[in-house]
Structure formats: C-alpha cells, structure tokens
C-alpha cells in the first residue's frame, strides 16, 4: 500500500515537471502511441493527475486574481455597454453544465456583413489553462481604448471582424481541470483526416459543436487559440497519418509558417526560444495529435488557425497577468492586422451583369481552395510574401481565369470578372480586366455597361486597362514602401 502511495507520487511529481508535455495535451506523449484513440485512457491519466488534494489546495491561491465565470460574463457585458458603437455580444451554444459561450465581436459594423475579413480568437480550450481567457479581455479593452487613436487599433477596427471567444471551456475552468464536465479533452473531440473516432457529430461535446457551428455560420479567415505550458507558435498539420513524430507540412505550409512568425516575432521573447528555432513549430514535428481543432479548421473551415502557447506557466500568478499581456500584445494584434496587411484579396463579379459570383480562389501548386462571400463574393486568400503567385477563380457555370500576381510585403487587391460558359463576349480582353486596379471604379464600369453595344465596351476597357497597367506599377512601389513602414515590431 505504501509502495503505491509512493509510486503514485513521483508519478505525480514527474508529471508536473514536463510542462511541455502538458500543453497542447500530449497525455498520449507519456502514455503509448495509440493511446489517442482512446478517450476513457486518457481521462484517466487525467484523474491521476488533477483529482489529488495537494492540487485542489493549490488551486484556491491559483484561482486568487483570475476571473470566475460570472466575472468573465460581466467583464463582457460591460465591455459590450462601454463600447456599444464597435462590439457586440452573442451566444454561440452552452457548455455542459449550461454557462453559455459568449462571444464579443469587435468591429466598427459588429454583426453586419462587410467585404472584411473576419478573425476568431479562442481562450481557455483546456479548463486548467486560463491565462487566454485573461488575455482577451486585456484585448478587447485595449482595442476600445485606442481606437481612433492608435492606427493599429484602428486598422483592426474599421477592415477586420475580430470574434473573441474568452472561454470555450467555461465548466473544465470552474472545476480546475484540463477537460470539459464530462472530462473530455475539447481538443481531441474535432474529426480528424487520419483518425476517424471523431466522426459522428452527434456524438460531440456540445462545446465543440458549438465552434464547429460557428465556424459554418461566419466565414473565418483565420483564427488562433490561446494555451498554456508552453512558449511557441504552432501550426498544421498537428497528426501524422502513421502516428509518428516528424515535420509534417501542410499544402499552406509557407503561409503557417508566415504567420506563426509574425506572432513569435513580435513577441517579447518567443522567438528567442531555444526549444523551438524562431519561436514557431510545426504540430506534428513537436508531437502529433489527433481530434484537434487547428486541423479541422484549415481543412473544413477554410480558416487557418495557429495553435499558440503563450505562457511557460499554465495557470501564473493572477499578479503576472498584466506582463503576460504586454509580452503578447503586439503579436495578438500583429496577427489579426495580418489579414489586411497581407495576402491576396478582392471579389469575383459576373461579366454579364456585374453580379456578385461567390466563386472560390486557388493558387497554382498548392492543394487548398478559399471561398468567396455568398454576399458580397469577397475573398481573403493569405499567402507568403513571394515574387509570384499564380491565382486562379472559378465559379460552376463560369469560365475560370488566372492571373499572376507579385506579393510583396503589403496586401493586394485583385478582383475578378467572370464569363458565362458558353459566351464568346470579351474572351479576347479577359486578361486586361484582372488588372490590379481599385475595384469600386472597376464595378461601377461593369454596371454601367452593362447595356451598351460591344465595340464602345471594347474601346473601354482598352483604354482602362491602359490606364490599369499604368497604376499598377505606381501601386507596386507604393506597396512597397508603405510594407517598409507598417511591418513594426514593437515589445
Ligand atoms: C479504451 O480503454 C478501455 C479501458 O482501458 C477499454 O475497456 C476499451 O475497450 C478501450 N476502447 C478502445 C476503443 O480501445
Ligand atoms: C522569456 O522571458 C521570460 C520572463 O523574463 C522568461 O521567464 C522566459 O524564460 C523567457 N523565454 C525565452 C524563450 O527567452
Ligand atoms: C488535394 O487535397 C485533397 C484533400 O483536400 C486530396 O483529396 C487530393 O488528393 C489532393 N490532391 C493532390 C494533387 O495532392
Ligand atoms: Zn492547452
């Protein structure tokens, strides 16, 4: 009997000292491999290590500082009321024990659809990992005070819809333990690619359908979710198809790494970690996992999602949050200023009416399709800066066109006129409409013309795709220079 007392706490002790291990959940890292595939193993494990008293003791002083649910709730709803003119709260479902999930949405249109991309920020997946939900509302009060005052806050604003939700595992956080009331860890309970547990949707915990509602609902650009234990930017794909432990890329592989850099790089020190080279890392290459929900986002979402780990410690003195906040700061506000201060954007319009086309966008020699807006036909196609993309729109019914594009450090705005299948007009001046010119001109063009004989359209648009491909060098540089100035990293 003692023996075991005595085994069951160096277990404990061992336990507690690989924080790593305990970040993005890899109880299956200390259990065997297959382990993953079995959810009432892993809770086990789980209650070796949280259901203890030593634990329980410590969590009243942990807790000392930090927000109840009730707090969160009221720190949302006030926020809400300060700062009625740019948020809205709503409710994306309700967890086990029924506190519901409240989502604040920052925007200078909250709840209105825009030609904007839209961003989600996701706290406190793991109950026992609240520095995220601390975080978010740090950032939620700072967006409000500084906007109209600080162009990145402003920049946000006015040309992104940021959805944050603080807390995705309101009970696991009350009851001081990693996973949900049912002690399911939220983060294997998403259908995986490779694993195929997961796949009954009914079968979900009702936190994880509520996201995966969610992200059906608003057509999310990207996203990240915030963890503790560890310090590092992690990206897909987090599992392997053979279980093993290596890089594991996905077909946006560039892309992840771009802008799990921009997080890691402006961090105070995340970069400088000597674990993972740059402050980033592949998910897979650290150690795969299976179920969660950076995978299913990228893959059913159209979202990219970064998994982040913002804080060695999971559950800091309270007295530390305020530097933990200043330390992630710029990276929070870099990555969700990425969106429009990167990557390829625009709208695909019918040729024939000027109609909005909800098309879809792909980049030559990568796997992915990005959807546009069923609205407005908008598309936000995030991409490595490089010296040339070749980016294609298609829409069933339509014939699809490319267009090559340089990427620089700045955005591009490129937008897309489409010809009925099966028409013969304007397939010889095609190219000329995919100019890089401001598209608000170029759509008044199309209505406009929209009646008028061929040979004045032709004259038209010759004239203006000279007029385009004048601008567009002019554009090009000034990308280039505004980029130089915009890519700040600031501590
Ligand atoms: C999971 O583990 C439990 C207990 O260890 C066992 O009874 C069950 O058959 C396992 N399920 C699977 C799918 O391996
Ligand atoms: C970052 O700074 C914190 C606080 O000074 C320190 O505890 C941590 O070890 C540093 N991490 C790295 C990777 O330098
Ligand atoms: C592209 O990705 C899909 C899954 O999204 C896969 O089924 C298909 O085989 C891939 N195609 C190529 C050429 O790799
Ligand atoms: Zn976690």
Not at 199 to 225: K, N
Not at 368 to 391: N, S
Request: hydrophobic fraction near 40%.
């Amino acid at each position: 009997m003692n023996l075991m007392q005595n085994l069951l706490f160096s277990l404990l002790i061992l336990a507690s000292t690989i924080p790593s291990s305990l970040a993005k959940g890899a109880f299956k890292k200390s259990l065997a491999s297959s382990d993953f595939s079995n959810a009432s193993n892993a809770s086990s494990a789980r209650h070796l290590l949280e259901d203890n008293d030593s634990r329980a003791k410590r969590r009243v002083d942990l807790v000392q500082g930090y927000m109840t649910n009730d707090d969160l709730e009221r720190a949302m709803k006030e926020f809400v009321q300060r700062c009625s003119n740019i948020s809205r709260m709503y409710s994306i479902g309700k967890s086990v024990n029924g506190v519901p999930l409240w989502v604040i949405e920052i925007s200078d249109k909250p709840g209105e659809e825009e030609t904007e991309p839209a961003f989600k920020y996701i706290g406190n997946v793991h109950g026992d990992e609240p520095v995220g939900r601390e975080l978010l509302i740090f950032l939620a009060n700072w967006l409000c005070d500084n906007h109209l005052k600080d162009p990145l806050a402003t920049l946000i604003v006015e040309n992104v819809h940021l959805h944050i939700l603080p807390s995705m595992n309101p009970d696991g956080y009350s009851l001081g333990k990693r996973g949900n009331a049912n002690n399911i860890d939220l983060n294997r309970d998403f259908p995986d690619q490779f694993v195929f547990l997961n796949d009954d949707e009914d079968s979900r915990q009702p936190e994880t359908r509520a996201i995966m509602d969610w992200a059906r609902d608003i057509r999310f650009t990207a996203s990240a979710t915030l963890h503790g234990g560890a310090l590092v930017a992690n990206y897909p794909w987090d599992g392997t198809r053979d279980k093993r432990t290596y890089y594991y890329g996905c077909p946006d592989d560039d892309t992840f790494q771009f802008m799990s850099s921009i997080y890691s790089h402006s961090h105070y020190n995340m970069s400088l970690s000597k674990e993972f080279p740059g402050g980033i890392t592949n998910g897979a290459a650290w150690y795969p996992l299976y179920g969660g929900m950076q995978d299913w986002n990228y893959i059913h979402a159209g979202c990219f999602e970064l998994t982040l780990e913002v804080s060695d410690d999971k559950w800091p003195n309270a007295s530390e949050l305020p530097i933990i906040w200043k330390y992630n700061k710029m990276s929070m506000l870099n990555l969700v200023a990425s969106l429009v201060k990167t990557g390829v954007h625009g709208r695909i319009y019918s040729s024939g009416d000027g109609r909005p086309l909800p098309g879809f966008i792909t980049v030559s020699g990568i796997n992915y399709t990005v959807r546009a807006g069923k609205a407005f036909a908008d598309y936000h196609r995030l991409l490595a800066p490089r010296d040339k993309y070749e980016v294609v729109a298609t829409m069933p019914g339509y014939k699809s066109k490319n267009t090559t594009i340089w990427l620089d450090e700045g955005p591009v705005t490129l937008d897309f006129v489409l010809d009925p299948e099966g028409s013969i007009k304007g397939s010889i001046l095609q190219n000329v409409y995919d100019c890089n010119c401001n598209s608000k001109s170029k759509l008044e063009f199309v209505q406009f013309f929209g009646g008028v004989h061929l040979e004045v359209y032709f004259v038209f648009i010759v004239i203006l795709g000279f007029l385009c491909l004048l601008f567009q060098r002019r554009v090009k540089v000034k990308n280039r220079q505004a980029a130089g100035a915009k890519r700040t990293v600031v501590v």
